[in-house]
């Protein structure tokens, strides 16, 4: 097995904004896929009993600090995690554990959703890169429907449907990468996306499959600190909030983060 590295530190930075809010990751053949997304499929055939045992056995289910009207099953330390994963799952090449803790940008979005339901309820959202499923999930609570929360990782899969049913919501899940497949016309009123820009090439593909969904008439909301390749250019600032999170994560214990329309 291979030493467990630390979780890609999400870094970057981060008036108070009020968007108009009148306006509107897999299943199959591993065949040019990443690696990671190969070890995800491999990890997907696993039936979802001992996955979903193993998230209730490696996490705590407790508040969000920035939203505590939702509660989450989330871990202490990463990279303890992320080493257990990979050794009693037995699959190698994991991508890290995102789905176990409550990002910066995923709090914020969650946070201005819950305080401006009007964007969202009666929606149709996807909740893109869904990590733990927090943004999916205050959405749902908001009054949207149907909720899909998309992530290339197993794992999230399970953490996303313990999570739903502790805030008794049902939010549906695809494990795949959508960020390469075709618009499917306006399948979603409103895309959202929490800490997606730290990486150029997930950027860059991230941005394309927005202003493509957008093109076709998808809100397209952003939660992000002010990480390296967030394509400022492009949005538009809604509101910025000081968020708490784990020094295991970032670089502070409170994180500048911002909420982002794409324009």
């Known amino acids: 097995m291979r030493a467990p590295r630390r979780l890609p530190r999400r870094t970057g930075r981060g008036t108070r904004r009020d968007c108009d809010v009148g306006r509107n990751r897999h299943g199959g053949s591993c065949v040019g896929s990443r690696p990671q997304e190969c070890a995800a499929t491999a990890l997907g055939s696993a039936t979802p009993g001992p996955r979903r045992d193993f998230v209730r056995a490696n996490t705590r289910l407790r508040p969000v600090p920035h939203v505590p009207e939702i509660r989450l099953h989330l871990a202490d330390e990463s990279v303890p995690l992320w080493h257990k994963t990979e050794e009693e799952l037995g699959a190698i090449g994991l991508p890290p554990p995102y789905w176990a803790f409550a990002w910066a940008g995923g709090q914020a979005l969650a946070r201005y959703l819950l305080d401006h339901r009007e964007l969202v309820a009666g929606a149709r959202v996807l909740d893109l890169a869904a990590g733990s499923g ?32 502790a805030n008794g919501v049902y939010v549906e899940v695809l494990v795949q990468d959508l960020l390469d497949r075709p618009v499917p016309g306006s399948r979603y009123d409103v895309i959202l996306v929490g800490d997606l820009f730290y990486e150029r090439d997930t950027a860059a593909r991230a941005l394309a499959f927005l202003e493509a969904h957008a093109a076709h008439g998808s809100r397209v909301l952003i939660g992000d600190p002010g990480r390296t390749y967030l394509p400022r250019h492009r949005l538009e600032m809604c509101r910025e909030y000081s968020v708490p999170v784990t020094r295991d994560l970032e670089d502070y214990d409170i994180k500048r983060t911002a909420v982002w329309r794409l324009k």
């Open 134 to 165: 927090l943004v999916g999930i205050a959405a749902a609570l908001a009054g949207a429907a149907p909720v899909v929360a998309s992530d290339i990782d197993a794992l999230a899969e399970d953490a996303i449907a313990l999570n739903g049913a």
